[in-house]
Nanobody, 115 residues
Framework: VELVESGGGLVQAGGSLRLSCATS????????MGWYRRAPGKQRELVAR????????NYADSVKGRFTISRDNAKNTMSLQMNSLKPEDTAVYYC?????????WGQGTQVTVSS
């Protein structure tokens, strides 16, 4: 199983980025897909998650109204549209997939927001 993130980079505060996660090799049905991040010196935290079988989403309070998670069920891909970015959004962002009893992670993509 492989998860590959893309779309990270350097952006000024107030700008936007779109992260994508492409999956391959999954053999179990996906229960949920999500984005997590780890900022320097901090623990990894959930940013946004989308649950299969209904598309329910949940977001960290810090990103509500600014970030939008979406998923292409046919392609098993996921995106995170990030608007109104703030310096505190700077982190490595990780794609996560829960499939069957398994928990998969991507290698991470760096997002840096300058003030």
């Amino acid at each position: 199983v492989e998860l590959v993130e893309s779309g990270g980079g350097l952006v000024q505060a107030g700008g936007s980025l779109r992260l994508s996660c492409a999956t391959s090799g999954l053999t179990f049905s996906i229960n949920a897909m999500g984005w997590y991040r780890r900022a320097p010196g901090k623990q990894r935290e959930l940013v946004a998650r989308i649950i299969s079988g209904g598309g329910h989403t949940n977001y960290a309070d810090s990103v509500k109204g600014r970030f939008t998670i979406s998923r292409d069920n046919a392609k098993n891909t996921m995106s995170l549209q990030m608007n109104s970015l703030k310096p505190e959004d700077t982190a490595v962002y990780y794609c996560n997939v829960l499939a069957g009893i398994f928990d998969y992670w991507g290698q991470g993509t760096q997002v840096t927001v300058s003030s």
